[in-house]
């Protein structure tokens, strides 16, 4: 939502107005499947426990369908969740009412993540806003935002392409960041490494030498490559095998029940950048 010229303010800061500036608002429908699964799949427990359990989808676009979408998913996992889509274009707003219903509706603000009755959400997923922003700003998005979350809650972030195959994403709590997750259709990878250019801001200029982003990258085609022979058991049975050889030397946090939907996490401490 800030745009390379206007940072934005500081968590302390007072302001009137929402926080961050307009966005392209590129959207499409089943675009986050991916994110929705694995944040259904491994924070669903955490929503059934609270006791109304809010999810924002913060900055969802031109349109509300990654919003209604959001709602769908996590009403699988946990009933009682409400989704409240957050945009900071007016128009936006106004466009996204029609579609609002029981447990989902739509708020005009930014990263200060306007709810009613200043409540705190369980869920907060920020999906390609990032993406447009300096490196430099995202550790005060991603304190601002993680300020917002309830006990418990979770913050997800990241990037994906246009209609949904390729997807990286970090997960954080209120205390900070905590796992990093690769995820895509297998049908269409050619290589592990094709998934650098979705890497969300804080991690897509450290993919160099040096860096541990781009040591893992290395292994983890290195791992793709001594895989081929599973391939002929199917892209996934090669994905398998590839990610439990990763798991000898990096810190992954699933297991073969993830890799299946063909996924990847592992610990963010792994892939810190350096300095």
């Excluded at 968590?11 to 675009?31: E, Q």
């Excluded at 205390?175 to 049908?187: I, S, Y």
């Excluded at 199917?234 to 946090?253: E, F, H, K, N, Y």
Aim: charged fraction near 25%; glycine fraction near 10%; hydrophobic fraction near 40%.
């Amino acid at each position: 939502m800030a745009s390379r010229s206007t940072p934005p303010p500081s968590p302390g800061r007072a302001s009137g107005r929402p926080v961050g500036s307009v966005t392209r608002g590129t959207t499409n429908p089943n675009r986050l499947r991916r994110m929705d699964r694995w944040i259904a799949a491994t924070h669903g427990p955490a929503l059934r426990r609270a006791g109304d359990p809010v999810a924002v989808d913060l900055g969802y676009g031109a349109a509300p369908w990654t919003a209604v979408e959001l709602l769908a998913r996590l009403r699988g996992a946990a009933p009682r969740v409400r989704v409240v889509g957050i945009e900071i274009e007016p128009a936006r707003v106004a466009g996204a009412k029609p579609y609002e219903c029981e447990g989902l509706s739509f708020r005009h603000g930014g990263f200060e993540v306007p709810l009613e009755g200043g409540e705190r959400a369980m869920l907060i997923r920020a999906a390609n806003v990032l993406r447009q922003y300096d490196e430099e700003q995202v550790a005060e998005v991603w304190a601002r935002l993680c300020a917002r979350l309830a006990p418990g809650g979770l913050l997800v972030e990241g990037t994906c392409d246009e209609i949904g195959r390729r997807h990286v994403w970090v997960a954080l709590g209120p205390e900070g960041p905590r796992t990093v997750t690769f995820a895509t259709r297998l049908g269409s990878l050619e290589r592990p490494s094709d998934l650098a250019e979705r890497l969300p801001k804080a991690l897509i200029h450290r993919n160099v030498p040096g860096e541990p982003v781009h040591a893992f990258l290395r292994d983890f085609d290195r791992a793709w490559a001594a895989a081929a022979p599973y391939a002929s058991y199917g892209a996934r049975q090669r994905w398998i095998r590839t990610a439990r050889a990763l798991s000898a030397d990096w810190p992954l946090a699933d297991g073969t029940g993830r890799w299946r939907q063909g996924e990847l996490t592992l610990r963010w401490e792994a892939l810190r950048p350096v300095g």
